[in-house]
Each structure stands twice: as structure tokens, then as C-alpha cells.
């Protein structure tokens, strides 16, 4: 079965530091793979997500996040940090149904930016 | 456009009560879906549609009954409500099933007491 593993429950950074967000993902083949930020209170948006191509991937809010078959990972990076950061973080992979598709996520990381 | 709208925002019920949770899309989108979100456990799938008059089950559907007669709404129906119900949930919509362009609703907080 699918599943996504998001290793850190809470992350503090200072503003203007760098972050990295840790994903590990199990799936039988060739993933899609996805980063959600929800903001308190509201829903989830789509920051990036992976196909197939450069394994590199950029994103909204300068996040990018790169895919790692060998190590089962899609790390989410942002060279520096902005307050507004603030948010919880989901790591996403899509999964065939029967009729369709889903997303099976991670537990979320939450990130809080001190100043 | 809209979007995805989910109604209400809050809602408490107490133990055994029924209720509908809305949700409606004005994008056309063909495929509709529930999550529940639940702390330290993300999203979950509850049940999903892929057109009107097709569902089917996600991993947690026990409690919840969902139809989908038009394309724009795919209303999630709590049948007798448990403590175990109180959560986040979110409609999220894409084009096609095949489709992992979700756009997600800003969800609906349950308390069950």
C-alpha cells in the first residue's frame, strides 16, 4: 500500500534561514508526488508536484523540491525562510482507484519562523 | 469563479444527529472527493466521485454516505454522528479522475459531542 512519511512533526527556523522538509514515500511505481501548504483555517494549496522530468521541481513561494528514487524521497527546500512561511506542510503522493485517483498524504510538518 | 465552496464552516452535533455537508464546484469538474483531516494523520479519503451518479469508497467511508446527481455538488451525509466524526473535512475537486490538479475547499470543522 501507499504511504507517506513525513519524519518531523514540528520545525523551527529562524527568518532568512533555509529550510528543508522531509518527505519519504513508498509506491510500487514510478510516483507522483506532491507539496501542500495549508495556512490556519484554511484549505490546502498546491505548492508543487513531480511527474516525471528533471528531477528538480520548482514551485510557488520559491520552494522547490527534489525527487530521489534511490532514497524514496521528495524533500521540500527554501533557500530563505519569510514569516509568512508560517503554515503546516503536506507531502502528498497520488494513487490509482479503481475509478480514479487519490492522494495519500503524510501526517504534515508544522513550520513556525521565529524573528 | 468561486471554486470550491464547502457549507458550513462549524457545526455541532451531538451524538446519534444526522447532517449534510455541502459542497459545490463551479469549475465543471468532473471528479469530486471528501477527506477528513485528523491530527498527526494528514487527509484521508472518505468517498469519491468521478462523474454524476458514479461513487465509490475511499479508506475511511464507515459513517458517511455521499450521491452526486448534478456535476457541481457532492454533498457528504453523516447518517448518526460519533465523537470519532469530529474533524476537519474538505471537498476537493479536479478536471478528470486522471487529473491530480485538485483545488480543495476551505473546509468544514465537525464537533461531535
Known amino acids: 500500500a501507499q504511504s507517506v512519511t513525513q519524519p518531523d512533526i514540528h520545525i523551527t527556523v529562524s527568518e532568512g534561514a533555509s529550510l528543508e522538509l522531509r518527505c519519504n514515500y513508498s509506491?510500487?511505481?514510478?510516483?507522483?508526488l506532491f507539496w501542500y501548504v495549508q495556512s490556519p483555517g484554511q484549505g490546502l494549496q498546491l505548492l508543487l508536484k513531480?511527474?516525471?522530468?528533471?528531477?528538480l521541481v520548482q514551485g510557488i513561494k520559491g520552494f522547490e523540491a527534489e525527487f530521489k528514487r534511490s532514497q524514496s524521497s521528495f524533500n521540500l527546500r527554501k533557500p530563505s525562510v519569510h514569516w509568512s512561511d508560517a503554515a503546516e506542510y503536506f507531502c502528498?503522493?497520488?494513487?490509482?482507484?479503481?475509478?480514479?485517483?487519490?492522494?495519500?498524504f503524510g501526517a504534515g510538518t508544522i513550520l513556525r519562523v521565529k524573528s | 469563479n468561486a471554486g470550491v465552496t464547502q457549507t458550513p464552516k462549524f457545526q455541532v452535533l451531538k451524538t446519534g444527529q444526522s447532517m449534510t455537508l455541502q459542497c459545490a464546484q463551479d469549475?465543471?469538474?468532473?471528479?469530486m472527493s471528501w477527506y477528513r483531516q485528523d491530527p498527526g494523520m494528514g487527509l484521508r479519503l472518505i468517498h469519491y466521485?468521478?462523474?454524476?451518479?458514479?461513487?465509490d469508497q475511499g479508506e475511511v467511508p464507515n459513517g458517511y454516505n455521499v450521491s452526486r446527481s448534478t456535476t457541481e455538488d457532492f454533498p457528504l451525509r453523516l447518517l448518526s454522528a460519533a465523537p470519532s466524526q469530529t474533524s476537519v473535512y474538505f471537498c476537493?475537486?479536479?478536471?478528470?479522475?486522471?487529473?491530480?490538479?485538485?483545488?480543495f475547499g476551505s473546509g468544514t470543522r465537525l464537533t461531535v459531542v
Open positions: 476537493a475537486s479536479s478536471r478528470t479522475e486522471n487529473n491530480y490538479g485538485y483545488t
Open positions: 509506491y510500487g511505481a514510478t510516483p507522483y
Open positions: 513531480y511527474f516525471s522530468g528533471d528531477t
Open positions: 502528498a503522493v497520488g494513487a490509482w482507484m479503481e475509478y480514479g485517483n487519490k492522494l495519500v
Open positions: 469549475m465543471n469538474h468532473e471528479y
Open positions: 466521485s468521478v462523474g454524476a451518479g458514479i461513487t
